[in-house]
């Protein structure tokens, strides 16, 4: 909830109606998205992968790496998102340990997720 609470006050949010896509798979990113309102879901290749709500993050590989986003995330109700660029990312990274630890921790929780994933997928072949 680290990110829900660093952000929840911020006043620039990016609004996207239900049923918009935040981010395409594909695209190139400069940006991450701290969710502060509403739900959003992850697919990669049209897979479901996840379902995000209020403090969770998307897009994060692209500020870290600079490659292109790997997932396309379509808000399902009407969302506020918080835009952190790579000047702000690394500026939290290194006057937020906290933020930084957080970050990796997700991003294992993910990595975990799609290591599940691929297993079930090759179970089903």
Same mark, same amino acid.
């Given at each position: 909830?680290?990110?829900?609470? @660093? *952000?929840?006050?911020?006043?620039?949010?990016? #609004?996207?109606?239900?049923?918009?896509? +935040? +981010?395409? #798979?594909?695209?190139?990113? #400069?940006?991450?998205?701290?969710?502060?309102?509403?739900?959003?879901?992850?697919?990669?290749?049209?897979?479901? *992968?996840?379902?995000?709500?209020?403090?969770? *993050?998307?897009? #994060? +590989?692209?500020?870290?790496?600079?490659?292109?986003?790997?997932? /396309?995330? /379509?808000?399902?109700?009407?969302?506020?998102?918080?835009?952190?660029?790579?000047?702000? *990312?690394?500026? @939290?990274?290194?006057?937020?340990?906290?933020?930084?630890?957080?970050?990796? !921790?997700?991003?294992?929780?993910? @990595? !975990? !997720?799609?290591?599940? +994933?691929?297993?079930?997928?090759?179970?089903?072949?």
């Amino acid at each position: 909830m680290i990110f829900y609470e @660093l *952000f929840q006050h911020d006043p620039n949010f990016l #609004e996207i109606k239900r049923g918009e896509v +935040l +981010l395409r #798979e594909g695209d190139i990113g #400069e940006a991450m998205y701290v969710l502060i309102e509403g739900q959003a879901k992850i697919e990669r290749q049209g897979l479901f *992968f996840a379902e995000i709500g209020p403090g969770d *993050f998307v897009g #994060e +590989l692209a500020v870290i790496d600079g490659s292109s986003r790997i997932n /396309t995330t /379509t808000a399902t109700t009407d969302c506020k998102f918080v835009v952190v660029d790579r000047k702000r *990312f690394e500026y @939290l990274v290194v006057e937020a340990p906290g933020f930084a630890l957080e970050v990796m !921790r997700i991003l294992a929780l993910r @990595l !975990r !997720r799609a290591d599940e +994933l691929l297993i079930k997928a090759k179970q089903h072949d």
